[in-house]
């Protein structure tokens, strides 16, 4: 029914940059809030970005607030992750989400790798 597909991950050096971008299938969620979590290794499911449907008001994790920005396509329901000046601690799994009312729908991951 909902399907959250992922892409843009890779391999970059440091000070590198990437975009990610996440399509939403089966429903319209141009209405919802839509973001990015992020795994690193070891470690748990953190939030990175958030942005609310009038593309207007983002939200960041403290890190990556001057160096990622976050947007979204309503038309084409889907959102991305402009990932500039890069870091190694950047290093993780990143799940885009869609949040209704009772549910948060996730993306199925794309692992983003920053070298040294």
């Known amino acids: 029914q909902v399907r959250l597909v992922e892409s843009g991950g890779g391999l970059v050096q440091a000070g590198g940059s990437l975009r990610l971008s996440c399509t939403a299938y089966?429903?319209?969620?141009?209405?919802?809030?839509m973001g990015w979590f992020r795994q690193p290794p070891g470690s748990g499911r953190v939030f990175v970005a958030a942005i609310r449907r009038r593309n207007v008001n983002a939200y960041y994790e403290d890190s990556v607030k001057d160096r990622f920005t976050i947007s979204r396509d309503n038309a084409k329901n889907t959102v991305y992750l402009q990932m500039n000046s890069l870091k190694p601690e950047d290093t993780a799994v990143y799940y885009c989400y869609v949040r209704e009312e009772i549910n948060v729908h996730w993306g199925q991951g794309t692992q983003v790798t920053v070298s040294s």
């Open positions: 089966g429903r319209n969620f141009s209405s919802n809030t």
